[in-house]
């Protein structure tokens, strides 16, 4: 993230996912912003004042009548670059579409040129309700930011759009506001995520335990830097982050097929996809019988990678190699035999990695160059792979 902006307010609406601020508000201060915590009345509620004030180390008040020597919402207008306000509530949204001013964050807010960002998260029936639907349209209209909810469990027993997007997905959507060059506009990358499967028969397959996470992060750091971005997406349950244009496939072929389709048109292509290494040699056209269901017989599949990078003309291609161990050898031999310029070694001994958020490894360059990574999240990881390939790209 740019060093231009460090002061920030992070504003908290009365809302359940309150308390996943407590979170946002840490990993802010990881990143060294400096962050005053501004909540609403209700929102003490869910989340006191002595925890705020704990995690922030400052003093936190929710009302202009207090500390009014200060005048409190002036200053902090004037000092602070960015507001950020998580979640923000359908009331609060509306209090602030009105200009309204009944409470300190909602002062600020009208006192403040800052940047101003909100985080929405409420019932899918108010994301949805033509007064939230005007209320963020005005918003977005006067220069606030808004980031979309997650689709996904909520509070009770209904799911559906609203959630709190995750706090990295809120940090990378930051991180895109705020971007002091967006270094990706104008190129085009090409993902392949999660896992391909095999049919043994039309109930049964071969596939494998990749979740899609890594490739989606990549995927959301370059739609964050600017990218044009595609996603042969294989077997991934994830949401689509939105503004890529995601095409499903199942098998090995389907992918091939894509990838063929789109290699000649990308900039940059990351192999983030567990490619089936086999198939079986003959699938079932009927559900086989368990007697004859002892033995699969299979055959290899090709390398894609390997095969699409001998169609390489300036094109950009990081691998990943999933290896039980960390053997830089293995990786190296992989990054020459598959024609890579950049592979990301994921040490998945620790069984953690699959379906996990965060991933440990060692990145290794054409040119001899290991970088390791340890423990870190997928985004972190994701930024950091196109960090490795910008200088290439241009
Ligand atoms: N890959 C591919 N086609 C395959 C197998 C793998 O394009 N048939 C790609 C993966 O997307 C990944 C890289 O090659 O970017 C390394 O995948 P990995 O499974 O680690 O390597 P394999 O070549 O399959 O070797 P092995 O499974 O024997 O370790």
């Known amino acids: 993230m740019p060093k231009r902006i460090s002061k920030v307010i992070l504003g908290v609406g009365g809302g359940i996912a309150a308390y996943k601020s407590c979170d946002l508000l840490r990993r802010l201060q990881e990143r060294n912003y400096d962050v005053t915590v501004v909540p609403t009345p209700s929102a003490l509620n869910f989340v006191g004042t002595a925890t705020w004030e704990a995690l922030s180390a400052k003093k936190v008040t929710t009302q202009v009548w207090e500390s009014v020597d ?12 960015l507001i950020l306000i998580s979640p923000a509530t359908a009331d609060l949204i509306a209090r602030i579409a009105m200009g309204r001013a009944d409470d300190l964050l909602t002062n600020l807010v009208l006192a403040s040129s800052a940047i101003k960002v909100l985080i929405p998260a409420m019932h899918p029936n108010m994301w949805n309700n033509a007064a939230t639907v005007a209320n963020i349209a005005l918003l977005q209209e006067r220069g606030f930011h808004v980031m979309r909810p997650a689709t996904g469990r909520l509070t009770g027993a209904d799911s559906g759009i609203g959630r709190l997007p ?3 997905e809120i940090l990378s959507y930051l991180a895109s506001v705020i971007a002091d060059t967006q270094d990706l506009i104008g190129k085009r990358v090409l993902i392949t995520a999660g896992g391909t499967r095999e049919a043994i028969d039309p109930v049964r397959y071969i596939g494998n335990r990749s979740s899609g996470k890594q490739g989606y ?7 964050d830097r600017g990218a044009e971005v595609t996603i042969l997406s294989a077997n991934v349950t994830l949401p689509d982050p939105v503004g890529a244009t995601v095409i499903s496939v199942e098998s090995t072929k389907d992918l091939e097929i894509e990838l063929e389709r789109h290699f000649q048109n990308t900039d940059l292509l990351v192999m983030a996809a567990a490619v089936a290494d086999a198939r079986p040699t003959h699938v079932g056209t009927e559900k086989l019988k368990k007697d004859s269901y002892r033995e699969i017989s299979l055959v290899e599949n090709p390398d894609l990678v390997a095969q699409i990078s001998q169609q390489k003309r300036k ?20 990054l020459l035999a598959k024609g890579l310029d950049l592979i990301y070694l994921n040490d998945v001994s620790t069984g953690e990695i699959f379906g996990s958020d965060s991933t440990q490894g060692v990145f290794i360059t054409a040119d001899g160059k290991e970088i390791p990574v340890s423990k870190s999240n997928k985004a972190t990881l994701a930024g950091q792979l196109l960090d490795l390939v910008i200088s290439k790209l241009n």
Request: proline share 0%.
């Open 70 to 81: 200060e005048v409190r919402h002036v200053k902090l207008a004037a000092e602070n670059e």
């Open 315 to 334: 094109q950009i291609i990081v691998g990943f190699a999933a290896e039980t161990s960390l053997n830089i050898a293995e990786a190296n031999r992989k």
């Open 217 to 223: 992060a990549v995927a959301q750091a370059a739609l």
């Open 166 to 168: 995750d706090t990295s």
